[in-house]
């Protein structure tokens, strides 16, 4: 299932970076997880602080779906039944 993300940040209030690219990569060789830290991120835009994560993207060039996360979480951008 391609997922094509549209748009992916990761910061805090004070400062955030544009990470579409680099979960875009992330996600490329058909992994669905995105580990959101300072090193997967490639940066750490507010030292010291708790950051978020936020991304918009597209399942199969259709489904749009919105997640959040705060750093040291991980995403699962496809859901597998329990």
């Known amino acids: 299932m391609p997922i094509q993300v549209?748009?992916?940040?990761?910061?805090t209030n004070n400062a955030g970076i544009d990470v579409t690219a680099i979960?875009?990569?992330?996600?490329?060789?058909?992994n669905d997880d995105i580990p959101v830290n300072n090193d997967s991120m490639q940066g750490d835009p507010d030292p010291g602080a708790t950051k978020s994560f936020g991304i918009l993207y597209s399942l199969?060039?259709?489904?749009?779906?919105?997640?959040t996360a705060t750093e040291g979480q991980t995403l699962d951008l496809i859901a597998h039944p329990a």
């Not at 549209?6 to 910061?11: C, E």
């Open 60 to 67: 199969d060039g259709a489904q749009k779906l919105a997640l």
């Open 6 to 11: 549209l748009a992916a940040v990761y910061g």
């Open 23 to 30: 979960c875009q990569n992330l996600v490329s060789n058909g």
